[in-house]
């Protein structure tokens, strides 16, 4: 009986990661045809943030309606102040990609997975092991080597990534926080949040995605494809958004960050056969190094998890394995393109 809890688990486990990596790396290629020139050129990230999550909403609400889930009570000012911590992420990603070369964008990011390890100590006095810490490096590593190009730095960009970073990193782990705390499903957390984060963004959005792109959204001319693009980055967002939640539900903020690169390799993959993106040696051999150290951190984890790290204070480490953002839309180059904030993985 146990042992088929334990495969039942590590099924569901590997179902919640392998949603969240097919629906964010198809959420990223319907942006990419929505948002880029070649394409219908809706260039309001912000305020497509917003329909994603009214749309998360929405379902909420007809689920909780149906019976289908119930929802649990979650003190309103938790709500609010992590609304406003994931929101901050969203513009302040979009923000340092505007002010930022791709180059030190992309190292922003991948400053995300020390930051998480760090903030996971200082705030839930969590221990990382040595071979944890060399597959992490090689993660990053790797993913530098895949996506970094020019690396240029100014006083504002740096300031737009740094907070970008810190948000984001904390919306990650305050996610399972409040999973546990409330003793609350994924589905239903997201429910009672997406609402908040929908009002605030389609309130804010349209004047961030002005000063972002110095585009009016009712100048915009909205096509029927346009449309119908708009509906099914929606509806990925949907799937998208649920998944992280069950992800960093069941995982580590670090797993969900380190496999979450997952992503990127996919996305440059799919990149290079379905949008005809250049694929050199260097992104190869990239993807080849982060892929290693995934594996690495998979080992790593398990044998962490056989011999468990001494108790520091009152707490027991432990580091769950299986599993970053969407990413954001690069008008520079085409490295990977998608929201921030809808799949932070």
């Known amino acids: 009986m146990e042992r088929e809890k334990k495969q039942s688990s590590a099924v569901s486990d590997i179902g919640a990661w392998a949603l969240n990596v097919v629906s ?29 999550f009214c749309m998360t909403g929405i379902i909420g609400f007809v689920s909780k309606v149906s019976g289908y889930t119930t929802q649990k009570k979650v ?22 990609l505007m002010l930022n070369s791709v180059g030190f964008y992309q190292i922003s990011k991948l400053s995300m997975i020390p930051v998480v390890c760090v903030m996971e100590w ?29 690396v240029k730095v100014n006083a504002q960009g740096f300031l737009c990534a740094f907070v970008a970073v810190l948000s984001t990193s904390l919306q990650q782990i305050s996610i399972g926080s409040l999973q546990k705390k409330y003793a609350i499903g994924s589905f239903e957390l997201l429910s009672q949040t997406a609402p908040i984060q929908a009002v605030s963004l389609l309130l804010l959005g349209p004047f961030v995605d002005y000063f972002l792109t110095g585009n009016l959204l009712p100048t915009y001319h909205l096509s029927s ?46 990149g290079w056969l379905l949008f005809d993106s250049e694929l050199t040696f260097k992104n190869i051999l990239g993807m080849a190094i982060a892929v290693l150290g995934m594996v690495l951190y998979s080992w790593a984890v398990e044998a962490d998890k056989a011999a468990p790290l001494p108790k520091h204070g009152s707490d027991h480490v432990k580091l769950l394995l299986k599993q970053h953002e969407v990413d954001g839309l690069s008008p520079v180059k085409d490295v990977e393109l998608g929201v921030e904030g809808l799949s932070r993985g």
């Open 24 to 52: 964010s790396v198809g959420l990223i290629m319907a942006n990419k045809q929505l948002m880029s020139p070649a394409g219908y050129a809706f260039v309001f990230a912000t305020t497509l943030t917003g329909f994603h």
């Open 75 to 96: 003190p309103l000012w938790e709500l609010l102040w992590f609304s406003i911590v994931a929101n901050t992420s969203i513009t302040g990603m979009n923000l340092s």
């Open 122 to 150: 200082i705030l839930h006095g969590k221990q990382y092991s040595s071979k944890v810490k060399v597959a992490v490096m090689v993660v990053v590593v790797g993913v530098g080597v895949c996506t970094v190009t020019d």
């Open 225 to 270: 494809a346009a449309f119908f693009f708009i509906l099914v980055s929606c509806s990925l967002a949907v799937f998208c958004n649920i998944s992280q939640y069950l992800c960093i539900g069941r995982f580590s903020a670090v797993s969900f960050q380190v496999l979450g690169h997952m992503k990127t390799v996919c996305v440059l993959t799919l």
